[in-house]
């Protein structure tokens, strides 16, 4: 059996904001009746964390509910523990209508940390990120440039990112790219 290794293998880019990609981290993509309170409290259960609203990421540490559609939550935990932490679900879930899959070798995690770290999401996703419409434990699920992604807000200077394994490269010199272009002042 080979190691499992991360997308950019600790790829970092310093700076006035910095780019790091955050390693492996367990994410489980879990489909099914997101008002169903079994589905709800496993979740919680698994993860220590409130159950999200909708467009909302509640994540503490490695762990964490991302809502990603009426159907599906992201469950996020760390990595050795995807495999109990699915075990769970299909136990609590037995007999119900659901998908729980293991996607994290599938996806790549990037943190953006830094003062106008919003400025470097918003010159690349086509989202509303004014600091009104957008704060921390917001979600969204969009693009960045010409990939498909997934962002919220940690807190008030640092964005989590998911894409696609096969284009993290791309996303990371991206971001990489909007954050030395500096500040534009907008927010």
């Known amino acids: 059996m080979s190691n499992a290794v991360s997308a950019l293998q600790g790829k970092l880019a310093p700076g006035e904001v910095t780019i790091r990609e955050a390693g492996l981290r367990g994410m489980i993509v879990l489909r099914g009746d997101l008002t169903d309170k079994k589905l709800r409290a496993v979740c919680s259960g698994v993860t220590g964390v409130d159950y999200p609203g909708q467009g909302q990421a509640n ?13 599906e939550l992201l469950v996020l935990v760390p990595y050795a523990e995807v495999a109990e932490a699915i075990a769970l679900i299909d136990k609590a879930l037995k007999g119900t209508h659901y998908l729980a899959e293991n ?7 990037i943190l953006v940390e830094g003062t106008y770290g919003r400025e470097v999401i918003a010159k690349l996703a086509p989202a509303d990120l004014h600091p009104d419409s957008f704060k921390p434990g917001d979600f969204r699920r969009t693009r960045l440039g010409q990939v498909a992604a997934a962002f919220w807000m940690r807190d008030e ?9 096969s284009v993290a490269e791309y996303t990371f010199n991206l971001l990489a790219a909007s ?7 907008h927010f």
């Open 179 to 185: 954050a030395k272009a500096g500040a534009v002042g």
């Open 157 to 165: 200077d640092t964005f989590e990112v998911i894409c696609f394994r």
């Open 103 to 109: 996607v994290s070798d599938a996806r790549a995690l």
């Open 59 to 71: 994540c503490v540490g490695e762990k964490g509910l991302c809502w990603m559609s009426p159907d």
